[in-house]
């Protein structure tokens, strides 16, 4: 019972995911979701740490998410 209670709540956010070409770690953001960002040394670390930050972050009542993220785009430059 637990389980879908908890299932009726639960969200999903897209997430910007990059890998720093210095220190060789990800880093990931969710767009539009102010604090919501972490890096991890695996891809697989890093989403624990993104679900951490993001479940951490929704605990405050005061959050008010503003923007969807859309979509990404290439953009060709010269």
């Known amino acids: 019972m637990l ?8 969200k999903k956010f897209t997430a910007v995911i990059e890998k720093d070409s ?8 969710v767009p539009g979701f102010p604090g919501s960002h972490s890096q991890g040394e695996t891809l697989d670390e890093l989403q624990d740490n993104l ?28």
Do not use: H, N, P, S
Request: proline share 0%; aromatic share 12%; no cysteine.
């Open 3 to 10: 389980w879908i209670k908890r299932m009726a709540f639960m």
């Open 22 to 29: 210095d220190t060789k770690l990800y880093v990931g953001y």
């Open 51 to 78: 679900r951490e930050v993001i479940e951490m972050l929704l605990e405050d009542e005061d959050l008010e998410i503003k923007t969807e993220f859309i979509g990404t785009q290439q953009i060709t430059v010269g």
